[in-house]
């Protein structure tokens, strides 16, 4: 809808209307050619005024129709019809204006800008491009380098660059409404044609080719493999060497190669699951609509490690007050040292005042915290130390207060058994670095109850952090199927692959790091201390077990090895990788010879492993995990595995997710890779299907969306 209204002063208001973001769906669009061609037409109107209700301009072209037959008037004679209209249109960009709505304000004649704002040319999120104009009258408005960085990132560009970069003509703290109002008065009668972006040339550095291959280098390092953004600078060398018919034309062509891709579906598909996974429910019944979250007014973090550091910064990032709690002095002092730092650098890179920031301060006194109604336990991952602060936690906080452990894989319930009251206990498993990274696991025990997990899910929002309700095992649901995934990479090395030739092909898939360079950069001593826990080596080892097997199933002793040759990563220089260059991964010789030595010392005949056979053996076995995970309703369903998996695993967007991906190659061709790779390697269980994956295949592969449904008739642990 687009509600038409005339004011004093000529001038007409069109408001679109389209909650909660005023997309232009098919009725948005059919309702702005008819009202703008009213005001074009009344005589009595000098001037027009474009907005949108709610305090949003407009969120782009309506994403839900893509999915559907196009229907309605295209956008781009729209826009064209504004931009020649003789009587000025002025745009008032309040709250947003992405996508296809930022391409509308561009084809107004004026733009003006509430200093809240936010405007952008998103459609590279979500696999496409700027298809209606973005693309050529951008880099005529601003200029070719700046432009080409807005489209090919698709990023959210506040009002105040936006005014310095000349995308907005005006930016007001107060009723940027009223501001456009009395602008529009003083520019009716004037001619237009010098605000016609169409007419305009694009500014461009004499040698563009660099410019435009110096993008592509990036475009390549930021996401291998994702064909939007490189057909986005396609799009901008049109802008910049053809008129702007011709660039137009170009621009349409790159989107309807775009608009059927299976990256804009996959693309699509993370930002829809993203929102939907807000939307958690237990097969109690309990759910984000009928549970009501409890305040949080002050949270403390319990242990100033690489993660409780990072979770205190978020916390005070959302301007929630932090008491900062470690056992010894010396810990404290380098622990304040440190957040105080990462504070301030943030609150410069975000511009946030000193104000916003909820304070922190440091204790060595639990007692302190008994006016605290949330604490997040961020200390070593040893289950006895974690049962001991949840006992004390008891004894010291109020009897409603929330207890939280960031544990990355141990049993919830078993903690929880250490509190005076398990079902306030509830996991908050963050990822490093944790004020960065989006993903928050919120786990539940079998007796978490229904209010913590609405609170902790609040929280994830307040944080700005992407919540997703999982269930209580193991490694919960990411570490869980990162495992078989590891595993995989381990027996490829045993068999004949080398490190880089593996990172090289998950890399190729469009992971930005591949495996081995991913453990020496989090360090081999995070997931040797994990086996250790689980007595698959060291000291709980029982004396006398094989070296490559555990319990009667396949084992790699490889990464103990290095472990215990002093090999931990980047931080010891030698990983799986050299690191002569800090942090520039090297094939290391000595690994090759140490390779073939193993080899010879178990009896591996080495052979040369194929690019396929790399992808499909870390790749499938992750995902056959995951169809476990939903068989035994640790996840609510394949879209939230996903999510965790694009937003805390670094799974390319433009893949889905690991459970959509299976979904694109062909669930039959999975299955079929997996009996094959479990019949050569039957000492590996968890290669063998699950009988979810055989389920789905045997009713005919249906669409990822239909799984859940299915699904809900197993049992689920949430
Ligand atoms: C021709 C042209 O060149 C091309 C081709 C295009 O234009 S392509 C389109 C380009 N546009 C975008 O990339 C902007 C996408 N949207 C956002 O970035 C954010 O939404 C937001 C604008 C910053 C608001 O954030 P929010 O946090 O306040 O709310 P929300 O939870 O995100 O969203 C609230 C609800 O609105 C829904 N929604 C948001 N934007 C939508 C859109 N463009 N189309 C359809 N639905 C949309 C969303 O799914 C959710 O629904 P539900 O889950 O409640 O059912």
């Given at each position: 809808?687009?509600?038409?209204?005339?004011?004093?002063?000529?001038?007409?208001?069109?408001?679109?209307?389209?909650?909660?973001?005023?997309?232009?769906?098919?009725?948005?669009?059919?309702?702005?050619?008819?009202?703008?061609?009213?005001?074009?037409?009344?005589?009595?109107?000098?001037?027009?005024?474009?907005?949108?209700?709610?305090?949003?301009?407009?969120?782009?072209?309506?994403?839900?129709?893509?999915?559907?037959?196009?229907?309605?008037?295209?956008?781009?004679?729209?826009?064209?019809?504004?931009?020649?209209?003789?009587?000025?249109?002025?745009?008032?960009?309040?709250?947003?204006?992405?996508?296809?709505?930022?391409?509308?304000?561009?084809?107004c004649h004026y733009r003006i800008a509430?200093?809240?704002?936010?405007?952008?040319?998103?459609?590279?999120?979500?696999?496409?491009?700027?298809?209606?104009?973005?693309?050529?009258?951008?880099?005529?408005?601003?200029?070719?380098?700046?432009?080409?960085?807005?489209?090919?990132?698709?990023?959210?560009?506040?009002?105040?660059?936006?005014?310095?970069?000349?995308?907005?003509?005006?930016?007001?703290?107060?009723?940027?409404?009223?501001?456009?109002?009395?602008?529009?008065?003083?520019?009716?009668?004037?001619?237009?044609?010098?605000?016609?972006?169409?007419?305009?040339?694009?500014?461009?550095?004499?040698?563009?080719?660099?410019?435009?291959?110096?993008?592509?280098?990036?475009?390549?390092?930021?996401?291998?493999?994702?064909?939007?953004?490189?057909?986005?600078?396609?799009?901008?060398?049109?802008?910049?060497?053809?008129?702007?018919?011709?660039?137009?034309?170009?621009?349409?062509?790159?989107?309807?190669?775009?608009?059927?891709?299976?990256?804009?579906?996959?693309?699509?598909?993370?930002?829809?699951?993203?929102?939907?996974?807000?939307?958690?429910?237990?097969?109690?019944?309990?759910?984000?609509?009928?549970?009501?979250?409890?305040?949080?007014?002050?949270?403390?973090?319990?242990?100033?490690?690489?993660?409780?550091?990072?979770?205190?910064?978020?916390?005070?990032?959302?301007?929630?007050?932090?008491?900062?709690?470690?056992?010894?002095?010396?810990?404290?002092?380098?622990?304040?040292?440190?957040?105080?730092?990462?504070?301030?650098?943030?609150?410069?890179?975000?511009?946030?005042?000193?104000?916003?920031?909820?304070?922190?301060?440091?204790?060595?006194?639990?007692?302190?915290?008994?006016?605290?109604?949330?604490?997040?336990?961020?200390?070593?991952?040893?289950?006895?130390?974690?049962?001991?602060?949840?006992?004390?936690?008891?004894?010291?906080?109020?009897?409603?207060?929330?207890?939280?452990?960031?544990?990355?894989?141990?049993?919830?319930?078993?903690?929880?058994?250490?509190?005076?009251?398990?079902?306030?206990?509830?996991?908050?498993?963050?990822?490093?670095?944790?004020?960065?990274?989006?993903?928050?696991?919120?786990?539940?025990?079998?007796?978490?109850?229904?209010?913590?997990?609405?609170?902790?899910?609040?929280?994830?929002?307040?944080?700005?952090?992407?919540?997703?309700?999982?269930?209580?095992?193991?490694?919960?649901?990411?570490?869980?199927?990162?495992?078989?995934?590891?595993?995989?990479?381990?027996?490829?090395?045993?068999?004949?692959?080398?490190?880089?030739?593996?990172?090289?092909?998950?890399?190729?898939f469009g992971f930005a790091m591949g495996?081995?360079?991913?453990?020496?950069?989090?360090?081999?001593?995070?997931?040797?201390?994990?086996?250790?826990?689980?007595?698959?080596?060291?000291?709980?080892?029982?004396?006398?077990?094989?070296?490559?097997?555990?319990?009667?199933?396949?084992?790699?002793?490889?990464?103990?090895?290095?472990?215990?040759?002093?090999?931990?990563?980047?931080?010891?220089?030698?990983?799986?990788?050299?690191?002569?260059?800090?942090?520039?991964?090297?094939?290391?010789?000595?690994?090759?010879?140490?390779?073939?030595?193993?080899?010879?010392?178990?009896?591996?005949?080495?052979?040369?492993?194929?690019?396929?056979?790399?992808?499909?053996?870390?790749?499938?076995?992750?995902?056959?995990?995951?169809?476990?995970?939903?068989?035994?309703?640790?996840?609510?369903?394949?879209?939230?595995?996903?999510?965790?998996?694009?937003?805390?695993?670094?799974?390319?967007?433009?893949?889905?997710?690991?459970?959509?991906?299976?979904?694109?190659?062909?669930?039959?061709?999975?299955?079929?890779?997996?009996?094959h790779y479990h019949r050569t390697h039957?000492?590996?269980?968890?290669?063998?299907?699950?009988?979810?994956?055989?389920?789905?295949?045997?009713?005919?592969?249906?669409?990822?969306?239909?799984?859940?449904?299915?699904?809900?008739?197993?049992?689920?642990?949430?």
């Open positions: 809808m687009a509600l038409y209204r005339r004011i004093p002063g000529a001038i007409a208001v069109i408001t679109l209307t389209n909650p909660p973001v005023n997309a232009l769906s098919c009725t948005v669009r059919e309702a702005i050619y008819e009202t703008v061609k009213r005001a074009t037409a009344d005589q009595e109107v000098k001037a027009i005024v474009l907005c949108g209700a709610n305090g949003k301009f407009c969120g782009g072209a309506d994403i839900k129709e893509f999915s559907r037959e196009m229907r309605g008037p295209p956008l781009v004679p729209m826009i064209d019809m504004i931009e020649e209209s003789e009587k000025p249109v002025v745009a008032v960009i309040e709250g947003v204006a992405f996508g296809g709505g930022l391409e509308l304000a561009l084809g509430h200093s809240g704002a936010q405007v952008g040319l998103t459609e590279v999120t979500l696999g496409l491009l700027p298809a209606a104009g973005g693309t050529q009258r951008l880099p005529r408005l601003i200029g070719v380098p700046a432009a080409l960085d807005i489209i090919t990132t698709g990023r959210h560009v506040s009002a105040q660059e936006a005014v310095r970069l000349g995308i907005v003509d005006k930016v007001t703290d107060s009723s940027a409404m009223e501001e456009a109002i009395e602008f529009a008065k003083t520019v009716a009668g004037e001619p237009m044609g010098p605000r016609r972006l169409s007419l305009w040339t694009a500014a461009c550095p004499e040698d563009l080719d660099s410019l435009l291959e110096g993008a592509l280098v990036r475009i390549r390092q930021r996401s291998r493999g994702a064909l939007a953004p490189v057909a986005c600078v396609q799009a901008v060398r049109a802008a910049a060497s053809l008129p702007f018919a011709q660039g137009m034309k170009k621009e349409q062509e790159l989107m309807a190669y775009l608009f059927t891709s299976g990256q804009a579906r996959a693309m699509q598909y993370c930002f829809f699951t993203q929102r939907a996974a807000a939307r958690w429910t237990t097969p109690s019944g309990a759910s984000w609509e009928n549970t009501k979250a409890r305040p949080v007014r002050q949270a403390a973090v319990i242990g100033l490690g690489t993660m409780g550091k990072g979770i205190a910064v978020s916390l005070s990032r959302a301007g929630i007050p932090v008491i900062a709690v470690e056992t010894e002095q010396k810990r404290l002092k380098a622990g304040r040292k440190a957040v105080n730092s990462m504070l301030t650098r943030e609150s410069q890179k975000r511009g946030l005042a000193e104000a916003h920031l909820g304070s922190i301060s440091f204790t060595l006194d639990l007692r302190k915290l008994r006016d605290t109604d949330l604490v997040i336990e961020a200390v070593f991952e040893d289950m006895a130390l974690k049962k001991q602060i949840f006992s004390k936690l008891s004894s010291v906080c109020r009897p409603d207060a929330l207890l939280c452990t960031n544990t990355s894989g141990l049993n919830i319930d078993e903690i929880a058994s250490a509190a005076s009251r398990p079902e306030l206990v509830v996991g908050t498993h963050f990822f490093a670095p944790a004020h960065v990274m989006k993903l928050l696991e919120v786990v539940c025990g079998p007796r978490t109850s229904p209010v913590a997990v609405a609170t902790a899910m609040q929280l994830a929002k307040r944080l700005e952090k992407i919540g997703v309700v999982v269930g209580n095992c193991s490694g919960f649901v990411g570490n869980r199927m990162m495992r078989p995934y590891t595993e995989q990479a381990y027996y490829l090395l045993e068999e004949g692959a080398r490190p880089e030739e593996v990172d090289l092909v998950l890399e190729e495996i081995f360079r991913v453990m020496d950069l989090s360090g081999l001593d995070v997931g040797w201390r994990s086996r250790k826990e689980l007595g698959l080596t060291g000291p709980k080892l029982p004396p006398g077990t094989e070296a490559r097997s555990r319990g009667g199933k396949r084992y790699s002793p490889l990464p103990d090895i290095l472990c215990e040759s002093g090999r931990l990563g980047q931080k010891t220089g030698r990983g799986w990788y050299l690191y002569e260059k800090e942090r520039v991964a090297t094939p290391d010789p000595w690994l090759q010879s140490f390779l073939e030595d193993y080899r010879s010392r178990f009896g591996i005949q080495s052979r040369r492993v194929g690019q396929d056979e790399i992808l499909e053996r870390c790749l499938y076995s992750l995902i056959n995990e995951g169809f476990r995970i939903l068989q035994e309703g640790i996840a609510a369903s394949p879209e939230d595995i996903d999510v965790i998996y694009v937003s805390g695993y670094g799974w390319p967007r433009h893949r889905g997710g690991p459970m959509f991906y299976a979904w694109m190659v062909g669930l039959p061709k999975v299955l079929d890779k997996l009996e039957p000492d590996i269980p968890n290669l063998a299907p699950s009988s979810m994956l055989r389920k789905l295949v045997a009713r005919g592969s249906p669409p990822v969306h239909q799984w859940r449904a299915l699904i809900q008739q197993h049992s689920s642990q949430l």
